[in-house]
């Protein structure tokens, strides 16, 4: 009876405080409070930062901090999807290893932007977490740090909201990173930052317990929920502190762990959706041990690996694609240490992405998608890592000491993708030490070969500082022309005052009408001149706020500060555009034909033609091709007017415009082109004015690029028409050459093809009867001594691949042989041998092998049974062959 009523307590407690309550009831809570609520930013983090993935809250309010832009809101809340892997921030290794960390979470928040500061922001938190109608958590469980010199949080703490002096920690700088402290946040080395004070819960069942040293509270009997920062300086790439003219307040609670402490679980894996998709995992994988940290990292990983999907990233080996390869990877092994063999976490996908929606999450791509990205992932890194295990069981079987090299270290990570850790874990198991001197060898080398191979020289390397202190506008939508003035130049990376004919060199202007690579578009090309000189753009790239022209000084000289004239080369552009405009009208078309799951996954548009890259399992038919290209077409025929306008996120979300979350918006408005009613999409790039400005639109390949992703290539306006004209102009020259009128050539074709067919099933077969004649030639030959088969032959004229043929054959038909068989091959002679496995009693191969070397001045590949090698004319005599004969003879 006690027991049930406890179990219903637990399920009340659980329901009333599960993910999408505790959302809610943080956002009416500063909702109520004047807040306007704001949509979860992008995970992929924005361009203008080195981050990859959005890793707070205040993320995409950076330009607000900064004073770049204006909020329309002084008070805004947010539940922003965030993710802590690499960069600063980064809790990877951490996972499985605490109870409170994720790799994805959801982090709740409260900003204000020159509006209210210390006092309210405290007092907001305080009243969420302790209010008897919110939280209601026990007072004398929290405690809090302050940061050592923010005098007046700690009086707040301790005179408005009354917390004895004991439970306010107050937090220095950290001794091994003498100026920075725990209570000191910042986004990134650069940028916003300032002093914080965090609230803690203490989990332990006596609370009365002194807090003696200030180091306890990193441990896990307090958990760190609330983060509340005073934005007050942005540090710039000196280090140096800027203080900011505005109080601002960043504020993050993660969701995931205020709800294990609601629940009273005290680890985020406990809260009901942790543990639910961690049964989930044992059941199919059929392993009971549930404290095992492998189903942490596994649920936490594969959760993350949903959202990371979903937002277009595919396992590559680079920037977002690598940290998704990473956590698949990571999990894969902890399933190996699970005692699993097969690829399973796929099978996961469908279930996690229930659990989430269930907890309100947005999940758009459905889950075969998800899950057979993981699969292939999965298959493949499976196959490298049996490999892996393979090649270092050998290794440390045959080791004759107790350390393995730094080799095998080195070809396991770089040829396998076995992970170092693992190595040294499997090591660390059978007591053997690793070089890792030598390893480190091998990586220096490595990374030696890899430079040279990205040695480019128009690559731009600069410093924050350059990306802090200058900024450039693009207005070229309309303008092709437009007066601007040099900010900076930079010359072999490095800034100068003066550039000379035939100097490579980069050019950053206040304005240009220069569009930048983005977009999936490339830049335009055109030129920036004046009176003294001329300089030829041959690439435009935007880092940060800041548009950089990359190009050449083809005539006089330019100064900084010089005044020039941005002109852009305007068939170029407009080539483009009608490109650009073709693949809004494409993914438009795909989605009337294929329906509503293709979702645009990425594209690469220059003036000569498009790549579409979208989601579909399935290749396309030769129907679904000519239907898409027609829908097109007629879009084009119909010549509708394409416009652009500005809007924010919600009104982009509700009125369904296309947007795809891993582009780089973070604007407040987003620009959107609307084509008639055929399409609305976010982009930034440049379109033309009307559909019939294309021409024409031809679809050149449709291909899969990965699992569930497929390209389209294709071509428009006169590329279109010269393509067709020249595929008319080559069915002529057919028609021509098999003499056959235009209407015939089908038939003539396949009738030629056939005979052709014909011949080369005849020509085979006689090369066959030859090889076969060949292999009964030789058997005849075959000398028997002392139960070996014996064969030492010549064949003339023959090429190496027959060779082996032959051989293949000799030693699938008999047993106990040792064969010898040699060609001429222009000038030199082609041996090729074999010593069956059972004759290993007579002679170590390897002797063998060393007396050849001996004899012939060349390299001899052996390989367990079978070898070859080719020798020069002059090596070869009556005596060599004989000598061979002999030594082998002498071990019978
Ligand atoms: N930006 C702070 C953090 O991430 C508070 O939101 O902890």
Not at 405 to 411: N, S, V, W, Y
Request: charged share 20%; glycine share 4%.
């Amino acid at each position: 009876m006690i027991l049930s009523f406890l179990l219903f307590i637990l399920i009340v407690i659980i329901m009333e405080f599960n993910i999408t309550n505790v959302r809610r009831i943080f956002l009416d809570f500063f909702k109520n409070n004047g807040h306007k609520i704001f949509s979860c930013g992008s995970l992929i983090s924005s361009e203008n930062t080195s981050l990859l993935f959005t890793n707070a809250g205040m993320n995409q309010f950076k330009d607000y901090y900064l004073g770049y832009k204006k909020s329309n809101f002084s008070r805004i809340v947010t539940s922003q999807h965030c993710l802590r892997v690499g960069g600063k921030h980064n809790d990877f290794e951490k996972i499985g290893y605490t109870n409170f960390h994720n790799t994805f979470f959801e982090m709740l928040g409260n900003f204000s932007f020159d509006d209210y500061f210390k006092k309210e922001a405290i007092f907001y938190a305080w009243e969420l977490l302790t209010g008897t109608n919110n939280f209601n958590l026990p007072k004398d469980r929290l405690l809090v740090t302050v940061h050592y010199q923010d005098y007046e949080s700690y009086k707040i703490w301790s005179e408005d909201i009354c917390i004895k002096s004991d439970r306010i920690i107050v937090i220095g700088n950290n001794e091994n990173n003498g100026c920075f402290s725990d209570n000191f946040w910042q986004m990134d080395n650069i940028g916003p930052c300032g002093p914080c004070t965090e609230i803690f819960y203490d989990n332990s069942t006596n609370p009365s317990d002194k807090i003696t040293d200030s180091n306890i509270i990193y441990s896990e009997r307090f958990i760190e929920i609330w983060n509340i920062v005073f934005i007050q300086f942005n540090r710039d790439i000196n280090g140096s502190l800027i203080p900011l003219k505005i109080p601002l307040v960043d504020t993050g609670m993660g969701l995931e762990r205020i709800v294990s402490v609601l629940q009273n679980v005290y680890s985020v894996y406990e809260i009901d959706l942790f543990n639910n998709m961690i049964v989930f995992i044992a059941d199919l994988i059929k392993c009971n041990d549930l404290i095992n940290t492998s189903f942490r990292v596994i649920s936490d990983h594969i959760r993350s690996c949903i959202f990371i999907i979903q937002d277009g990233i595919l396992p590559s080996n680079e920037k977002h694609g690598y940290i998704l390869r990473k956590l698949i990877r990571r999990s894969i092994i902890h399933g190996y240490m699970l005692g699993v063999r097969h690829s399973f976490l796929y099978k996961l996908v469908n279930y996690f992405v229930h659990c989430l929606k269930l907890n309100n999450y947005l999940i758009k791509l459905d889950v075969n998608s998800i899950s057979s990205i993981i699969k292939s992932e999965e298959d493949h890194f499976s196959r490298t890592l049996q490999k892996g295990f393979l090649l270092l069981n050998k290794k440390l079987i045959n080791l004759k000491t107790n350390v393995l090299d730094g080799k095998t270290l080195f070809e396991l990570y770089d040829t396998y993708g076995f992970p170092i850790y693992l190595t040294k874990e499997i090591c660390l198991k059978n007591n053997i030490l690793i070089n890792f001197v030598e390893y480190e060898d091998c990586m220096s080398k490595q990374r030696k070969r890899s430079r040279m191979h990205n040695d480019d020289t128009v690559k731009l390397k600069f410093s924050d500082l350059i990306l802090s202190n200058y900024s450039s506008v693009f207005n070229g939508y309309v303008n092709f022309e437009i007066t601007s003035k040099i900010l900076l130049i930079l010359k072999s990376n490095k800034m100068v005052k003066d550039i000379f004919i035939g100097q490579m060199s980069v050019i950053v202007l206040d304005e240009t009408s220069f569009f930048f690579e983005s977009s999936g578009q490339i830049s335009d090309i055109g030129i920036l001149k004046n009176d003294n000189g001329i300089f030829r753009v041959d690439k435009v790239k935007k880092y940060g706020n800041i548009i950089f022209h990359i190009g050449v000084l083809i005539s006089g000289h330019l100064s900084l500060f010089d005044v020039v004239c941005s002109s852009i080369d305007r068939i170029h552009r407009k080539c483009i555009e009608i490109n650009h405009s073709s693949t809004h009208l494409l993914h438009s078309a795909l989605r009337t034909v294929l329906g509503e799951h293709v979702v645009q996954k990425g594209s690469f548009i220059n003036h000569k033609y498009f790549r579409f890259d979208f989601f579909h399992k399935k290749s396309l038919t030769t129907d679904e091709l000519s239907l898409v290209e027609n829908i097109v077409n007629n879009y084009i025929r119909d010549n509708v007017s394409i416009s652009t306008t500005y809007m924010n996120l919600n009104d982009i979300k509700l009125n369904n415009i296309i947007f795809l979350f891993n582009e780089k918006y973070q604007q407040e408005f987003m620009r959107v082109v609307k084509i008639g009613d055929i399409s609305s999409e976010v982009c930034l790039g440049t379109h033309v004015k009307r559909t019939g400005d294309i021409g024409l639109l031809k679809l050149i390949s449709d291909k899969g690029v990965s699992l569930g992703v497929r390209r389209i290539e294709s071509i428009t306006g006169r590329y279109a028409i010269s393509y067709i004209q020249s595929l008319h102009s080559k069915i002529n020259l057919f028609s021509k050459l098999l003499n056959s009128s235009f209407d015939n050539l089908e038939n003539n074709l396949i009738s030629t093809i056939k005979n052709l067919n014909l011949l080369k099933k005849f020509s085979e077969k006689s090369k066959k009867d030859d090889l076969d004649k060949n292999v009964i030639f030789l058997k005849k030959n075959i000398e028997v001594f002392k139960g070996v088969n014996f064969l030492f032959n010549y064949l003339l004229n023959l090429d190496i691949n027959n060779l082996y043929k032959i051989m293949c054959v000799l030693i699938k038909t008999l047993n106990k042989i040792i064969i010898f068989l040699f060609t001429n091959i222009k000038d030199d002679y082609f041996f090729i041998f074999y010593i069956s496995e059972n004759l290993d009693y007579l002679f170590d191969k390897k002797d063998l092998i060393n007396f050849l070397s001996d004899k012939v001045n060349c390299k001899i590949y052996f390989n367990s049974n079978i070898g070859n090698f080719r020798i020069k004319n002059n090596y070869f005599t009556d005596e060599f062959v004989n000598e061979i004969k002999h030594w082998i003879f002498d071990k019978l």
